[in-house]
């Protein structure tokens, strides 16, 4: 126990919030066990005290003349152990509700006082949480002061005070006492022996000390351990109340939760879209493989020319179509974030293959100019001999030096800059670029020639696969052809879906990354008062379980 009292004063000692609490934290205490008297204003504790330690009648009127009797924790020693005398609980004054509180927590064991005229219910509930949450049932004892006052029925009270106790009834010993007659016993002159011995008899007084006696019997090393292990659970559980945060820190770690919880529900909706959409686009290229396979030709295992080009452009279209949709997502949720937090938030790179938004083309479905742009440049290229159509798209998708030169070649007049940079974004006017804006144009050129190319590049082994049959009498031949040719389709199309899901979470992450560094004056003190918050509750969590266990140890 002690050990996890050291560490628990190394974690309390990490934070300001918690470091005055160390000084309540139990240490090695080899001095006398303490029995704190628990109970309500003028039940009569300290006439208890005077009783069990004999006191003469001058000494009496001295512990007990005062109103309200006790106003702070007073000690007195009795038979090897302390008994101390802690403020009425009941007193209506606040400083003795936390005296009493005090004394309680550094007590070894409890002496609960009540009266015949049976707690009430502030008390009641009082006496339940010193034996419950505080741990003192089996380190207590009740004691019902006054028990001989008038026109008090012995039977009738301890019946109420045991089902009061509820639960504890079994477990913690009750004494009806009357220390008044005690000490009248003992000190008033006027008695005969007779009478002596009959009040003090009656008074209780010696059963109270047998159980005390009783109690303590284990000693310092059997009894203060447990005490120990329960105060240690108390001052972990006010450290706890200490980082229940108010004020300024409260907001900026609310305002942190906020914002986090804001770009959580855009990366959301982000991916939500590029989930959809790149599954999409594997469909399409599943169908459009089905569609090349099922107008194969029975009659030569050919594919038909007009089909070949559907399917190239639909290929094409699908990756134009996702692009559209996932910057469409993107910018809806940039949008959002402005709005609750202003144009601070930057908006997100420019999609590498980004065609012009939706808003631009209100009737006819949207189609990406520049990428008709870059067909008929290739179309052009390849009329004055720069070869084939697909190898100069693949030159443009993959040499940056050629798709710079389109880029300078679209920019030469207004209609061709609009083209490529229908939002001004890159260019500052026909043949000027602003900083990088050359860049990512060259990488929007590549990027559309790029589809063309790869729409081809799928293509290629089709065509391949289609050739004539040689076995043209065997259908089983054409079948096969076809079977190969949805497979292909069916394998690419599980590439293009997971490399867009790649791309697309790249590109989400790297904004977003820039949003929360933009935020970071919103963010940054309520995250690290909130990392710090669950870092020293974690700490404290694990240290309270280890003190249960040690608790639920000595209670087996």
């Keep these: 126990m002690l050990e996890l009292s050291a560490q628990a004063e190394e974690v309390l000692n990490a934070h300001p919030r918690t470091r005055g609490l160390t000084a309540a934290l139990p240490r090695t205490d080899t001095g006398p066990l303490r029995i704190a008297l628990l109970g309500p204003y003028s039940a009569g504790k300290s006439t208890l005290i005077a009783a069990l330690l004999r006191l003469p009648a001058a000494e009496v009127e001295r512990i007990v003349d005062a109103a309200p009797k006790t106003r702070e924790a007073t000690p007195y020693e009795w038979n090897g152990v302390t008994l101390v005398d802690l403020p009425g609980t009941l007193s209506g004054d606040d400083s003795h509700v936390a005296a009493s509180r005090h004394g309680v927590r550094g007590a070894d064991a409890l002496m609960i006082v009540t009266t015949s005229e049976l707690p009430g219910e502030a008390e009641t509930q009082a006496v339940l949480a010193a034996l419950d949450a505080d741990g003192f049932a089996d380190r207590s004892v009740v004691v019902v002061n006054k028990m001989n006052a008038e026109n008090s029925d012995r039977d009738v009270i301890l019946g109420e005070i045991r089902k009061r106790l509820g639960p504890f009834a079994d477990r913690v010993p009750i004494v009806p006492t009357d220390a008044r007659d005690f000490l009248d016993a003992a000190n008033d002159p006027e008695l005969t022996d007779a009478e002596r011995e009959l ?3 009656g008074s209780g007084i ?15 090393r059997g009894v203060r351990p447990s005490a120990q292990a329960y105060e240690l659970l108390r001052v972990l559980a006010d450290a706890e109340g200490l980082w229940n945060l108010h004020g300024e820190d409260l ?31 594997a469909s399409r290229i599943r169908t459009a493989g089905h569609r090349a396979a099922d107008n194969i030709s029975k009659k030569n295992g050919t594919e038909p020319t007009d089909t070949f080009t559907a399917v190239t452009e639909e290929l094409v279209e699908s990756h134009t179509d996702f692009d559209l949709a996932f910057s469409s997502a993107t910018r809806k949720a ?21 065609v012009n938004p939706p808003e631009e083309y209100p009737v006819a479905p949207p189609k990406s100019p520049l990428e008709e742009t870059v067909r008929k440049a290739a179309e052009k290229a390849a009329k004055h001999g720069a070869g084939r159509l697909a190898e100069w798209l693949e030159k443009v998708a993959t040499d940056k030096e050629r798709a710079a030169a389109v880029v300078d ?7 061709g800059q609009k083209l490529f940079d229908p939002n001004g974004k890159l260019t500052d006017g026909v043949k000027k670029f602003k900083p990088w804006g050359k860049v990512k144009a ?10 063309a190319q790869w729409a081809r590049a799928v ?6 696969m289609m050739g004539v049959v040689k076995e043209q009498s065997e259908r ?10 949805r497979e292909h389709f069916a394998t690419v199309a599980l590439q293009q879906r997971d490399s867009l899901v790649a791309a697309g979470e790249l590109h989400l992450r790297e904004w977003l990354t820039e949003v929360e560094h933009a935020l970071s004056d919103l963010t940054h003190p309520g995250a690290r008062i909130g990392a710090a918050r669950e870092a020293a509750l974690k700490e404290i969590g694990s240290l309270r379980d280890e003190a249960k266990k040690l608790v639920e140890q000595a209670v087996g």
Excluded: Q
Aim: glycine fraction near 6%; aromatic fraction near 2%; charged fraction near 35%.
């Design 199 to 201: 009040l003090a008899s």
């Design 206 to 220: 010696d059963a109270l000390a047998a159980e005390l006696r009783r109690i303590v019997a284990p000693g310092v």
């Design 251 to 281: 907001d900026a770690v609310r305002t942190a939760e906020k914002v986090g919880a804001s770009l959580t529900r855009a990366a959301a909706d982000v991916r939500k879209a590029l989930e959809r959409e790149s599954e999409t686009v």
């Design 334 to 354: 940039s949008d959002v974030l402005t709005a609750e937090y202003g144009e601070v938030v930057p908006e997100p790179e420019e999609w590498v293959n980004d």
């Design 409 to 415: 070649w679209l920019n030469k007049s207004r209609v």
């Design 442 to 451: 060259t990488e929007k050129v590549a990027g559309a020639a790029g589809k």
């Design 459 to 464: 293509m290629g082994p089709a065509v391949d």
């Design 476 to 485: 089983t031949a054409v079948d096969k052809r076809r079977k190969e040719l």
